[in-house]
């Protein structure tokens, strides 16, 4: 297919607030210069996500003539004792921690925020600053600004050396360790303390880009919010090499092509993806996980809110191996195991959608009627240990790949895409529980072996899924569903231990959807353009391209899908996921 006008940029235009956005640092401190009582003292703090540039803020919050300006990281707990606080969580591996239940006062000292505290009484007048990760703990200021950071911005950071731990001097780790205490801990605390930050705050500020900041009214913030899950959007894609990756991405959605591969595009992942909003000429970045945050209802439905809390339960995201090589050969934790090992509450279920597929592309799905497992295992340890290449035609199902193929993997299945095929990958959201079996031989794209879990992945197996139980149960389990003039739907999934169910609808005519209380999330998988549109005129209509991933929030509610455009006189074909009640 010839390469399309994927937007990798995609915004949401917010209406009514064009005038309580500001860009740059001289309109920023004029906006929050007109904020305080200058003839009486005021507080303004500024809460950050850990790995804001604290530096970057002093130097520009000093033109406001502060009386006093307090960093509140004065008052974090030492290194050793955040140490010892954690060590449970941060467990010896690489990889792998347990899910962190703090609350960000167990990483201050009391009496040293006391002391905070103290100095601040003691200002009769004028303006007093409290900045850095925590700064509300100090005071819950007269002006809060909440500077807010994407998770993808914090791993770029991580990478370059620039970002270590919060509070630990740890740049130069182990990249996959430095990520895990982000993951496990500093992530999860940081999002139960901003969370209700984000109801109150009076601005937020968006530091992404280095010197190049932009604030939005709290007001303009919480109605930009409220309208976004009122309509389909999109969340900002990103792309990553990885010694595996393929060229399908780099030729068809127009990427870098200096970059050696890419690997991965994660495009719709909220936890970790952005959401750009456009308020006039100002366009803010901030996570997209501030939107499931403060409107789980809204945007994920009742039935997904009472089930999941507010975390986004379904990915979408591309792996791509044309031109590139296999992927790791892997398995997911059983639920039970994910909860008793690493503290979450469901599990890693998923599901490999073909999207394009070279000659003799295949997958490998499950064990091969009649093998002995101890054997199977035995191979493994011996491969791990350098001593022999997994065998892996002697053990595993090998599965032709063609395009619209779609093989479901729940949890406890072997598995792993083979060379030359672009995988639409459609799952649970626990994407960091993969517990690698073999990678081949080879080593990552830093020079170090990558991480192989045979110790967990032995536990997990399900040996029952051999070769005919994986024709039967998991491959192109297609059902037809119903049909109209110009269009038909059919069920490809997912396996009845898995909770998400999807559907892909086949159209040169206009079909009507309906989010039926869940958050829908869809791809178009065949053809060039298709329009998503309010039979009542509730939203904008909205144009979706080939291979764009879009979201659908649940109280949307009905919603029509349109050849559009280049799309028009084609077949054309989503594929739509939710959560099954």
Request: hydrophobic fraction near 40%; aromatic fraction near 10%.
């Amino acid at each position: 297919m010839k390469p399309t006008t994927y937007d990798k940029c995609p915004e949401v235009p917010i209406n009514g607030f064009d005038h309580e956005a500001w860009q740059g640092w001289q309109a920023i401190l004029t906006a929050l210069h007109a904020r305080p009582d200058h003839e009486h003292k005021t507080v303004l703090v500024v809460d950050c996500y850990p790995g804001v540039r604290l530096s970057e803020l002093e130097k520009q919050f000093i033109q406001l003539n502060a009386v006093i300006s307090l960093n509140a990281e004065t008052a974090r707990q030492d290194e050793q004792a955040l140490h010892t606080l954690l060590a449970r969580n941060l467990t010896d591996d690489r990889v792998f921690g347990v899910m962190s239940c703090h609350q960000l006062p167990e990483f201050f000292d009391p009496l040293r925020l006391e002391a905070l505290r103290q100095q601040i009484a003691k200002v009769q007048s004028g303006l007093v600053i409290v900045y850095g990760p925590g700064a509300s703990l100090v005071h819950q200021g007269d002006v809060l600004v909440y500077a807010d950071l994407p998770r993808w911005e914090i791993q770029q950071r991580m990478r370059s050396g620039e970002l270590g731990n919060w509070g630990v001097e740890n740049q130069d780790e182990d990249i996959l360790r430095r990520y895990k205490r982000a993951f496990f801990i500093e992530w999860r605390v940081f999002d139960r303390h901003k969370t209700p930050l984000l109801k109150r705050a009076d601005f937020l500020l968006d530091t992404t880009v280095a010197n190049s900041p932009v604030m939005v009214s709290g007001n303009a913030l919480r109605a930009g919010l409220e309208q976004t899950v009122q309509r389909p959007f999109r969340v900002v894609p990103f792309f990553d090499p990885g010694v595996w990756g393929g060229q399908w991405m780099k030729n068809q959605f127009d990427l870098d092509p200096s970059k050696p591969n890419y690997a991965w595009c994660f495009d719709c992942v909220p936890e970790e993806n952005s959401l750009l909003l456009r308020f006039g000429d100002v366009r803010i970045e901030i996570p997209s996980l501030d939107a499931v945050l403060l409107h789980p209802r809204e945007l994920l439905g009742e039935k997904v809110h009472a089930r999941f809390g507010a975390e986004f339960p379904i990915r979408f995201d591309f792996l791509d191996t044309i031109g590139g090589q296999n992927l790791s050969f892997q398995v997911h934790p059983l639920t039970e195991y994910i909860q008793q090992q690493f503290g979450m509450h469901y599990t890693q279920d998923e599901s490999y959608y073909i999207l394009e597929a070279e000659p003799n592309a295949m997958v490998y799905l499950g064990t091969k009627t009649g093998i002995d497992p101890a054997a199977m295992i035995d191979d493994l340890h011996q491969a791990a240990r350098g001593e022999k290449a997994f065998d892996d035609a002697r053990f595993v199902n090998q599965i032709p790949a063609r395009k619209h193929d779609h093989f479901l993997i729940p949890a406890g299945t072997v598995h792993c895409s083979g060379s030359g095929t672009m995988v639409l990958e459609i799952s649970a959201t626990p994407y960091i529980f993969t517990f690698k079996l073999w990678d081949w031989g080879r080593l990552g794209m830093d020079g170090l072996p990558r991480p192989v879990h045979l110790a967990h992945g032995e536990q997990v197996i399900d040996w029952q899924r051999d070769t005919q139980w994986v024709h039967d149960h998991l491959v192109n389990r297609v059902e037809p569903v119903e049909e109209g003039d110009g269009w038909r739907e059919e069920r490809t999934g997912l396996h009845e231990r898995e909770f998400i169910e999807t559907r892909r609808h086949w159209f040169t005519a206009p079909v009507t959807h309906y989010t039926n209380g869940s958050v829908n999330v869809l791809n178009l998988v065949e053809g060039a353009e298709a329009l998503v549109e309010s039979p009542t005129g509730a939203f904008e209509p909205f144009i979706v391209h080939y291979a764009e991933t879009f979201i659908v929030p649940a109280a949307v509610g009905e919603y029509r899908i349109s050849p559009w455009g280049e799309g028009l006189g084609q077949q054309l074909a989503t594929v739509k996921a939710w959560v099954r009640g």
